[in-house]
């Protein structure tokens, strides 16, 4: 190709592509520039490179050269070494007859050495990168010592410090440990290369020493290219820590008033693998961070707590500090405490910041991480002595924590919050959330005095506040929701304080919420009361306490805001059914606040099932017919609405009837629940229950239903089969086999899930009946394969006679029909399906089936599957031998290997006439019928084997 004249074509096309507005000629433009870089030759692309760089073309053309050259030396390094020689072509002065490598790296040399004071910045760093990636790709064999080279031809003798050269060499050797990650070659060579750089590093710290030792003297500019040089040595993978150790002094110290490098070093430092085995480097970094950094960190903030700079260098600050919380522990046990201490006091500051997250500052959120670590190490990696010695030392911080976790997290007054927008309100929530932990922390530091602060504050909120009614309740809020966060780890030694907490919330909340704040403190309140619930009925005034508890909660019942929070803190406090709730005074209220909220059909449904169930529980405690007596009149007007039907024709029309009728049904479920008393085993009022609602229940299936109505039903019936005693399972015995059968077409999932309850329930009693059953369930599987329900249908199968074998055991007869049928229809889904959820289900199935055969020497199984293991062993070859879950090779391999074992010869035979069953890999399985995990393992051989084959 002739340069000379494509030379000035593409010197022109260059120019035309930055300066033109016309899309349609920029992209044809583009198309010419990118075949210039990757479909010429490369000698002939470099050699226009060369003079794309000549310092008469514009700094747009200079500049697509020097990154055309990059880009070529990084994408086609294997074809500049194929073609060794570049051809000279006149006029350029830079070629000759010279190796391409040689070539680049002299040219690349005199460019930046010779054009660096005219050069732009960007043009002078993309060459820098291109002499880096060339050496990268000729050490250690074509260029074995560019560090050594580039010292002595651009800083060869210390006065040289202030030139401009040392700069260019640092600038260089900063981009041959950035660039690493950008070398594409094979793995091998990538390892020797990666040495090498090892290698040299101690070249690379002789030199940064003398120029950082030398800072007083240096221009900022050097300095600058010094500590990047350090920045990129350091990301360099498996950097020697300890080796850079005795310099990052220097780096510090240069510099400790520039915060995006101190940001940089310290982020690099954190993600380093090595740096939690430095401990002498920890020691040096946190003295000053705590010396120095700190401080100016603090005196920043005050200026401007919202500097972006500060914020990103107190973040690489406590990133740092979390990696290396283990070191700071250990070395505190064995001598001073003095910097462990420095350090939590300066993070306690933070996360205690003043101002309103995130309007006003933005570091409080920081800190919780190391905070949390060094909790959990205190408390969880230390003995006792040990212990009492570092919480006593930390005291002071974790005091300081816990009132900023008050002070934080208290929600700012309304008016504040409207000028708020969605993002800062959001970002806001997620502060909470993500402080939660700070309570806990000074909780497990600090102890009951924590809770007593906690209470003392918010008792104390009225007069702190000087009785400004929004501020007092956003504080009591703040301290009741660190309580809730702390509850986890509360104890029977902590039940003074929740007495206290109990008697003094309760005088303060005597009436139903009425503003916005109060919701929300009531909502905090209700879960706080749940959390603590079970230390509140250990209490010993427990039935004082709990009253208490009702109370406020009952206050809270018909606050719109509030009343899911309150039913189930209701619950909660009842559901055991404690003594004070068999006095009718106690039980009469509550059922009667709960049955207005349960008729109340303007409530969400979750929350008039919950009023239900509160109402269930509180009569459970009565006689049966009384219970009844008392349900009777609403439960038959509800039994008149489910059993109803809607004659309008129109969608919305339906759509209400069905969510009245699916609301309607799972009141029943409520109460199947709730009725049922644990003492009282003969459970009468569920009986009575699902007498009264069986027929009718079992009437809506036989109207096909909608499959969200048949899965409401199945899941009424469910519940009742589970607080149904088995020895009364009989007498709904058939009922609940009619609603099984009935829903298996609509909603297989739903009668799925009801039919395993029952045979668990009803197995132990009703063997015969319940082995009948489950032998026309497989049949009819068997005989409506493949369906939309084979999933449920199988999993139901196998989870039968994986939990349940025994079943097979009332009759020889059903025995062999079982397992027949349950063998067909495995066999049919893994020849024909393609569902891999299915195909997983029949592979577990049949599993099932042969293992328990042999394990348990269930002689009639063993007989159908010699019958059967001509078409069971080809279809389970077949299968492993295309892509399938593992799960599913396991599970087949399982089935193989009971095969092999029992029927070796048999087993053989049938493989030797399969396509692919002779092979090596199948011969190695049945060295391996000893060893079934070896079995499994080389099965999966087997099947990449054969995928890789097909492919």
Partial sequence: MDLGGEAIVLIQAIDEFYSTTDQSRRLALNQYLCNFKTGWDSPVTIQGCFLLLSRHNSPNVQYFG??????????????????????????SPFISSFHQMETLKSFLINALTEGASVQSQSLTNKLSSSLALLALYCIPDVWNSPVQDLTALWAATPELLLRREIRLELRVLAELAAEFPNVHMPLTQRSILKTELHRVSEDMIKILTTVLQSAADSAPSLLNAAVECVEQWLRLPGSNLKQWTPLLSHVFGAVQDDSTALTNL????????????????????????????????LAELSRDPLSEEITALSAATCALAERVVPILVRSSLRGSTQLLEELTAFFAKLSSFPGRYPMDEGVSEMPHIF????????????????????????????????????????????????????????????????????????????????????????????????????????????????????????????????????????????????????????????????????????????????????????????????????????????????????????????????????????????????????????????????????????LELYLAGVNGETTNSNEESRRKFQIMQSVEIGIFSC????????????????????????????????????????????????????????????EFFLLLKKAIELSLNI?????????????????????????????????????NYPSDGDEEWIGLILQILKKDWKLLDSSSERAVNIISSAINLSTQALS?????????????????????????????????????IVHIVQIVFRRIQIELMRQTIESLAEVLFFFIQSFTTETRNILNGEENGSTPMVAALFREMGNLRNFKQMTLRLNQAARKDCA
């Fill in 832 to 868: 024909s399906s393609e569902d891999p959820n299915v195909v997983k289900c029949s592979s577990q199935l049949l599993a099932t089936i042969v293992s328990s055969v042999f394990s348990k020497g269930h002689e009639l199984g063993r007989r159908v599957l010699e019958q059967k």
């Fill in 671 to 730: 109460l199947f629940t709730s009725l049922h008393l644990k003492s009282r085993e003969d459970a009468e009022a569920v009986v009575l229950l699902l007498r009264l609602a069986g027929p009718i229940l079992v009437g809506i299936l036989e109207r096909n239903p909608t499959p969200i109505i048949a899965d409401r039903t199945c899941e009424a019936f469910r519940s009742a089969c589970i607080n149904i005693p088995s020895s009364r399972i009989s």
């Fill in 66 to 91: 020097a990154l055309s050259l990059y880009d070529t030396i990084k994408h086609r390094w294997e074809d500049i070494l194929d073609k060794p020689e570049l051809v000279s072509v006149p006029p």
């Fill in 371 to 634: 905070l949390s670590s060094l909790r959990e190490e205190i408390c969880m990696g230390t003995k006792e002595a040990q212990r009492e010695k570092l919480t006593s030392a930390l005291r002071s911080s974790f005091e300081e924590v816990l009132v900023g976790a008050v002070n934080k997290l208290m929600y700012a007054p309304l008016a504040v919050r409207e000028e708020m927008n969605e993002e800062e309100k959001e970002a806001f929530e997620n502060y909470r959330s993500n402080r939660i932990e700070d309570g806990v922390n000074s909780f497990l530091m600090l102890g009951q005095c924590a809770l007593v602060y906690l209470n003392r504050r918010c008792c104390g909120a009225a007069e702190e506040t000087g009785g400004d009614k929004e501020a007092t309740l956003n504080l009591m809020e703040s301290c009741l929701y660190n309580w809730e966060q702390i509850s986890d780890y509360l104890g029977e030694e902590n039940q003074t304080e929740i007495a206290n907490l109990v008697e003094e919330t309760g005088k303060m909340f005597v009436s139903g919420a009425s503003s916005v704040e109060e919701a929300r403190i009531a909502n905090t309140l209700m879960r706080l009361i749940f959390a603590i619930s079970h230390l509140v009925s250990g209490h010993e005034q427990a039935t004082s306490l709990e009253l208490q508890c009702i109370q406020m909660v009952l206050h809270q019942l018909e606050v719109k805001e509030v009343t899911g929070e309150a039913l189930n803190t209701l619950i909660k406090l009842i559901e055991d059914r404690p003594e004070w709730l068999k006095e009718r005074g106690y039980s009469d209220d509550l059922i009667v606040r709960c049955s207005s909220l349960f008729q109340n059909e303007s409530l969400p449904q979750k929350h008039r099932l919950a009023a239900l169930k509160a109402i269930g529980i509180s009569l459970s405690l009565r006689e049966p017919t009384e219970i009844m007596e008392t349900l009777r009149t609403p």
């Fill in 266 to 297: 310290l982020t690099i430092l954190a993600a380093n693998d090595e740096l939690v085995n430095e401990e002498q480097l920890v020691h040096h970094v946190l003295q000053y961070v705590c010396g120095t950094l700190a401080q100016k960190v």
């Fill in 747 to 783: 909603h297989p999932n739903a009668a799925s899930n009801l039919a395993k309850t029952l045979v668990f329930s009803a197995g132990a009693v009703l063997r015969n009946e319940m082995a009948e059953t489950v032998e026309g369930w497989v049949a009819t599987f068997e005989m």
